[in-house]
């Protein structure tokens, strides 16, 4: 029998944000309270997939409005990327959506992402700056992000502006990245035949300063959904 899906979890997890950037001492207890089984473990019922940044400024359980441990499966790494040749993200989303049954992806990019600052100074160097950066493991990570960065039109001052522009664009690269991968097309499969709920894959931006979570409304779900 499929997974039933949920339909206030996307609003849920908004509106616990909303609560947590007005009073962030108002969820600080929750997680004191947690559910756990016969052996004192917490259970893995998780309803969201968080793709998110490693930045240690965005903790997926505490802007979420105070989520519990088992709520939200998470992937994260520098500047949230997709790979399409990366085991290590394609694993967790195997995972989430063949066996934790989870029906809601969430890409989430934030502001001030010092991967993404990376990228766009990848692909616009200072006119001073001649000689080549070396290659570093961090550059070519963020090669897929330069490369996107270039094909947006040419940034005007001010940066924060322009920056704020690629963070969004890099969310809606990985939502089309996920919706590429065989995971996600095998399981809108299932869902054509009944087989599954349908899966979404969500595009979101934190913002540092006002702690907020906003929608970027790229949702995508299975033709016909």
């Given at each position: 029998?499929?997974?039933?899906?949920?339909?206030?979890?996307?609003?849920?997890?908004?509106?616990?944000?909303?609560?947590?950037?007005?009073?962030?001492?108002?969820?600080?207890?929750?997680?004191?309270?947690?559910?756990?089984?016969?052996?004192?473990?917490?259970?893995?019922?998780?309803?969201?997939?968080?793709?998110?940044?490693?930045?240690?400024?965005?903790p997926e359980s505490v802007i979420a409005g105070?989520?519990?441990?088992?709520?939200?499966?998470?992937?994260?790494?520098?500047?949230?990327?997709?790979?399409?040749?990366?085991?290590?993200?394609?694993?967790?989303?195997?995972?989430?959506?063949?066996?934790?049954?989870?029906?809601?992806?969430?890409?989430?990019?934030?502001?001030?992402?010092?991967?993404?600052?990376?990228?766009?100074?990848?692909?616009?160097?200072?006119?001073?700056?001649?000689?080549?950066?070396?290659?570093t493991p961090i550059s070519r990570w963020i090669?897929?992000?330069?490369?996107?960065?270039?094909?947006?039109?040419?940034?005007?001052?001010?940066?924060?502006?322009?920056?704020?522009?690629?963070?969004?664009?890099?969310?809606?690269?990985?939502?089309?990245?996920?919706?590429?991968?065989?995971?996600?097309?095998?399981?809108?499969?299932?869902?054509?035949?009944?087989?599954?709920?349908?899966?979404?894959?969500?595009?979101?931006?934190?913002?540092?300063?006002?702690?907020?979570?906003?929608?970027?409304?790229?949702?995508?779900?299975?033709?016909?959904?």
């Amino acid at each position: 029998m499929p997974a039933q899906r949920k339909d206030d979890t996307i609003r849920r997890i908004l509106d616990g944000n909303a609560r947590w950037a007005a009073n962030p001492a108002s969820v600080t207890n929750l997680n004191a309270t947690w559910e756990v089984d016969a052996f004192g473990v917490p259970p893995q019922h998780p309803c969201i997939l968080w793709i998110g940044c490693a930045d240690s400024r965005v903790p997926e359980s505490v802007i979420a409005g105070g989520s519990r441990p088992g709520e939200i499966f998470v992937h994260r790494n520098i500047a949230n990327q997709i790979h399409l040749d990366d085991d290590n993200a394609l694993s967790v989303l195997e995972y989430g959506v063949d066996h934790l049954d989870i029906l809601d992806v969430v890409v989430v990019g934030h502001t001030d992402c010092g991967g993404v600052a990376a990228a766009f100074d990848a692909a616009f160097p200072p006119s001073c700056s001649s000689n080549p950066k070396p290659s570093t493991p961090i550059s070519r990570w963020i090669k897929a992000l330069t490369k996107l960065a270039k094909s947006l039109p040419t940034p005007l001052p001010p940066r924060d502006r322009a920056l704020l522009r690629l963070v969004e664009a890099n969310v809606k690269a990985q939502v089309t990245n996920l919706a590429s991968t065989d995971i996600i097309k095998e399981a809108w499969k299932k869902y054509k035949t009944g087989e599954k709920c349908a899966v979404y894959i969500h595009g979101w931006v934190y913002d540092l300063e006002t702690r907020k979570i906003r929608d970027l409304r790229i949702t995508r779900g299975p033709p016909g959904a």
